[in-house]
């Protein structure tokens, strides 16, 4: 054999029993994921933002319920549920918008693009947006 088919490169496939279990993913791997994932859910949602722009903005009765659906529940669904897929909904805006942001600050300055402010960057949309959420969702809930 010639020196190059000895030295070509080695591709490995993952075994998702093995080592995805102790595979370590980068913040910025992270954000990626989870500014898709928030993109998945504000989609699968959109027909609950719709009816709640639509009942909050009716009229005065359709408000009434809105507020009663929060507090209460619709049916068999009980408030404090409908409040946590409204803070879902919150948090997958909130992150997507600060991801979104990061992207397109990325996408302005490419010479400063590099590993470490990718890392900090990671770090800076988890951080605004997982705190965001707990105060919105503190409010949501009714904590002050």
């Known amino acids: 054999m010639t020196e190059l088919a000895k030295k070509r490169p080695e591709f490995r ?3 998702a029993f093995k080592d995805l279990t102790t595979y370590r993913m980068t913040p910025a791997a992270w954000v990626s994921i989870l500014h898709r994932a928030s993109g ?7 027909p609950f ?11 005065e009765i359709s408000f ?3 507020a009663a659906a929060f507090n209460i529940g619709i049916g068999f669904v009980p408030g404090w549920f409908i409040k946590l897929v409204a803070l879902a909904l919150i948090w997958s805006y909130l992150h997507h918008f600060t991801a979104g942001l990061r992207h397109l600050w990325m996408d ?4 400063a693009v590099t590993k470490e402010f990718g890392k900090t960057s990671a770090f800076v949309v988890l951080a605004i947006s997982i705190t965001l959420t707990l105060v919105l969702g503190a409010k949501l809930f009714g904590l002050y």
Do not use: E, G, R, Y
């Open 40 to 46: 998945l859910i504000m989609f699968l949602l959109l």
């Open 13 to 15: 496939n993952i075994n």
């Open 64 to 66: 009434a319920k809105f």
């Open 108 to 111: 302005v300055s490419h010479s």
């Open 49 to 59: 933002i719709i009816w709640m722009f639509d009942t909050s903005v009716s009229s």
